[in-house]
């Protein structure tokens, strides 16, 4: 039974990161479209019908690329780096409860904070090991800027964890059948959208790939299947992010297509914004993380702790 257990458990999630990679693929097409759109052009429309093999095309072009590295480079480091970074944003996956449950515990909001925290080491050592001052740069302020919001991020679950009780992601769909936490907890549905945009060193929180001034930022020294492999992290984690989004406060319901259709609108919505914003300044990407959405966080904690307490002690 337990051998089965396990053949099913693996086979799930075979399946489940089969599937991501695909909907990574159509997001990047989604993304180009939609920027072409936003800048009154087209975007990819020439290979099939409405350029919709592109991203599989371009896949077969990196992957075929010749793997080009800097000869000054700590070689194990810099080839392990983009793997570990695709495995991370992939193994996160393993915590979102769906139809088959999957590996989801009663503790996947730990895991899911835990291993998020991981992905920064990968970033900071492709920074390194690539020998350049601007990748090595980049990595610096990816990193200064993911462990800042991850602060924010931390403080903004606990207040939804503190008013469900639990650290499990399955019971954020019983807590919100009759009403979504967006309208309960608003303010701080808007703070984990922007922090996880930051987090995920998306536009306007782009400073890890600032071309201007870093010439593509940490991953400056990848070509071919590294670089292919950093892009598809960050686009598996803005699409995690999404989900978590909906999770938390957008009332889920994983038995109807409306759950993907809410994490599409998010996932629209990062592109939406990435089209309509200018890169913030990095001053004041600290200061909104530090002096702003902390202190905010920590006041909503304190009141969502106080109201907790109030309802446990005279209505329990």
Request: glycine residues 4%; hydrophobic residues 55%; neutral net charge.
């Amino acid at each position: 039974m337990v051998v089965k257990d396990l053949v099913l458990m693996m086979v799930s999630s075979l399946i489940l990161v089969v599937c991501v990679l695909i909907s990574v693929a159509f997001f990047t097409l989604m993304e180009r479209k939609i920027l072409g759109y936003i800048h009154i052009r087209k975007g990819p429309n020439k290979i099939s019908m409405g350029g919709l093999l592109q991203p599989f095309s371009d896949a077969i072009k990196l992957f075929t690329k010749e793997q080009m590295f800097p000869s000054l480079a700590n070689l194990v480091l810099y080839y392990i780096s983009p793997i570990m970074n695709l495995f991370l944003a992939l193994f996160l996956w393993m915590c979102i409860p769906f139809f088959s449950i999957n590996l989801n515990f009663s503790m996947s909001v730990l895991f899911f904070l835990s291993i998020s925290s991981l992905s920064v080491y990968t970033v900071m050592l492709a920074g390194w090991s690539s020998n350049s001052n601007y990748a090595l740069l980049g990595s610096m302020r990816a990193v200064a800027q993911t462990i800042s919001y991850e602060v924010s991020l931390v403080l903004i679950l606990l207040s939804f964890l503190i008013l469900i009780g639990s650290f499990d992601l399955q019971d954020f769909f019983k807590y919100q059948k009759n009403i979504w936490f967006l309208f309960m907890l608003f303010p701080l549905s808007i703070m984990w959208v922007v922090s996880s945009l930051a987090e995920t060193n998306r536009s306007p929180f782009d400073f890890a790939e600032g071309e201007s001034e870093l010439v593509s930022g940490f991953n400056v020294e990848y070509s071919s299947g590294g670089f292919a492999m950093i892009f598809l992290a960050e686009y598996a984690s803005i699409l995690l992010m999404s989900t978590m989004c909906v999770i938390l406060f957008m009332g889920p319901n994983l038995y109807s297509l409306t759950f993907f259709m809410k994490v599409g609108f998010i996932a629209y919505l990062w592109v939406w914004i990435r089209g309509s914003y200018p890169r913030y300044r990095y001053d004041k990407l600290m200061y909104l993380a530090w002096k702003s959405y902390l202190a905010v966080a920590l006041n909503m904690l304190m009141f969502y702790l106080g109201l907790n307490l109030f309802i446990l002690t005279f209505f329990s």
